[in-house]
């Protein structure tokens, strides 16, 4: 079988995804170890029988839901490309309001001190490491398994100006007075596990819930996070687009001021920033 026909028939069989072609030519594409130009180019090419193995097993799994990140190993996020596995989350592109509005926030000159709480495969923290070399980063998580993705991932991208440290938000940072904490902490709701896409069914549980309508870790996070801030230090939290009032309170009444949530694309309130005085 040829590239053309791999790829018309993997695109039939890939029914319950809304972006069936494109799946189908990075699964190819990884198969063939080529990018997903050259596999434009390659309609022609004839597959090995364990080649259409390979592609006929990742179409069967990602038929099952399972994602495209885990099946070809790889993600993107802010350009930068992110090895990434099961076990660990893969990022998402709305994470990278974080990351925009910490560079944003915090000045280009000075050597900043910024932590990352849950850093995952590392996307947030590498990001501002890659944008900001003067800076200083601080990565942790309480997963071995992710931290070590993210470790990895900072070797590949050769960003040295990354220190990481397992364990419980702000009780695995070093005695030190941070610039910024960022956070994309785990905030869906046990409640809502019913609304969750399959996709997200292979992603860790760890990650994604939290108690207390999904806000246990946000409000962690915020009394945790005061003593580890310079004064006027920023912390700066993602959220679900309906728990903007609900976070903002929690940044109130755990003592920052100047909060200010921000809505994503899609005009869905997504993270809130504020400072300690
Ligand atoms: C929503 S994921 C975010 C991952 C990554 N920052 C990203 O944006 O792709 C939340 C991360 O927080 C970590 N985590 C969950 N509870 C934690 C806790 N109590 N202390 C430290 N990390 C925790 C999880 O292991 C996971 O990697």
Redo the contacts with the bound molecule.
Sequence with gaps: MNVANCLAQSTRLLTTSPTARLDAELLLAHVLNISREKLQVSFEHSLTSSQLRAMNEYVKRREKGEPIAYLVERCE?WSLDLCVMPG?????PE?EM?VEQALKYLSEDISCRVA??????????LALAHERPSWKLVA????AV?LALAQNNGRRLKLANIQYYL???C??LPDQKFDAII?????ISSDDLHLINLDVTFE?K???F?DNNGLS?VQ?ICEQARAFLHPGGYLMI?HGFNQGAAARNIFKHTGYSSIVTYRDLANHERMTCARIL
């Excluded at 990352?116 to 923290?125: C, E, K």
């Excluded at 942790?140 to 997963?143: E, F, I, M, Y």
């Excluded at 956070?183 to 905030?187: A, D």
């Design positions: 996020f660990v989350l893969v990022p998402r994470t974080l990352d709480l849950g850093t995952g495969s590392g996307a947030i923290a942790t998580d309480r997963s992710a364990g419980e938000w009780q695995a956070s994309n902490p785990p905030y860790p760890s990650a994604l939290s870790d962690q993602e």
